[in-house]
């Protein structure tokens, strides 16, 4: 096979892949903007012949009982990033700064955390919270979430604070910045790509979030647990608008921060 036909053969062959993974998405927009007479036939046609927002009309008019899921999910996943960046930022640069075996097992030590099931851990999380008053609160949801996020987050940072030249810091401690100083106004400022995409992952991972929450969560659900809800009553018009609503940011946040997801580029401004 030479070249040409195998250049033709690997995009064949990722295009199929790419419908694949898009084929569910396609699924649930087309079940969301689709009118029930449409789907619940013998044989449901692929396209949407018979378009309606009738779904979505009704959840936007459903008042506090899409308003408030919608506002703690985004209160929680605002929260949780923050919260992962003030303590993950200071760590992972510390970690960056260790020699490579050392910096090898701390973020080794890190990942062992993920390796536990997070269904395993979150009964034991959810009675310790009733016993400090966390449960079913804004709070109680943001510390459970930073068990899944800071992994990632400290991750991310300490390859791009590794990259970091540490002579542009050495240069800072020469013209009289303290350690500190050198690390708040040079260290961070230049690598405030990477901590912005470290943030938005971790908005990301905290956003979709389902097993804490529904060990956490009782009578002020999350948009994922009302996905859950819809589907566990069979209506899938309604879980499949709300989670047509749930995909949006998730996929906006993705096409944002595609392009820097590649070897190298969060630490490219700060090269030379």
């Given at each position: 096979m030479n070249l040409r036909a195998r250049t033709i053969a690997l995009w064949g062959i990722s295009i199929v892949i790419i419908l694949l993974f898009l084929f569910p998405l396609y699924v649930m927009g087309k079940i969301a903007l689709s009118t029930p007479g449409e789907i619940f036939q013998k044989h449901p046609p692929y396209l949407v012949h018979d378009l309606t927002w009738e779904h979505f009309r009704a959840v936007f008019t459903s008042g506090e009982a899409f308003y408030q899921p919608l506002r703690k999910?985004?209160?929680?996943?605002?929260?949780?990033?923050?919260?992962?960046?003030?303590?993950?930022?200071?760590?992972?640069?510390?970690?960056?700064?260790?020699?490579?075996?050392?910096?090898?097992?701390?973020?080794?030590?890190?990942?062992?955390?993920?390796?536990?099931?997070?269904?395993?851990?979150?009964?034991?999380?959810?009675?310790?919270?009733?016993?400090?008053?966390?449960?079913?609160?804004?709070?109680?949801?943001v510390l459970a979430h930073l068990i899944r996020i800071l992994p990632v987050s400290c991750f991310i940072l300490v390859g791009v604070f590794a990259a970091f030249p540490e002579d542009l810091e050495k240069q800072a401690r020469m013209d009289g910045y303290s350690r500190f100083q050198s690390v708040v106004r040079v260290v961070l400022p230049l690598s405030k790509t990477g901590i912005a995409v470290a943030g938005l992952f971790s908005?990301?991972?905290?956003?979709?979030?389902?097993?804490?929450?529904?060990?956490?969560?009782?009578?002020?659900?999350?948009?994922?647990?009302?996905?859950?809800?819809?589907?566990?009553?069979?209506?899938?018009?309604?879980?499949?608008?709300?989670?047509?609503?749930?995909?949006?940011?998730?996929?906006?946040?993705?096409?944002?921060?595609?392009?820097?997801?590649?070897?190298?580029?969060?630490?490219?401004?700060?090269?030379?």
């Open positions: 999910s985004l209160v929680t996943a605002l929260a949780a990033a923050a919260a992962s960046l003030v303590i993950a930022t200071p760590a992972a640069y510390a970690i960056a700064r260790l020699n490579y075996r050392a910096r090898y097992l701390f973020i080794v030590a890190i990942f062992v955390t993920r390796m536990i099931p997070e269904v395993s851990i979150a009964l034991p999380i959810s009675t310790t919270f009733i016993k400090m008053g966390l449960f079913d609160t804004v709070p109680g949801l908005f990301l991972l905290s956003w979709d979030e389902f097993i804490y929450a529904s060990y956490l969560t009782l009578s002020r659900p999350t948009m994922p647990l009302k996905v859950y809800y819809y589907v566990s009553r069979g209506n899938i018009f309604y879980s499949s608008t709300y989670a047509v609503i749930i995909t949006i940011p998730v996929l906006v946040i993705t096409l944002f921060i595609q392009k820097y997801i590649k070897p190298g580029y969060l630490s490219g401004s700060v090269k030379g």
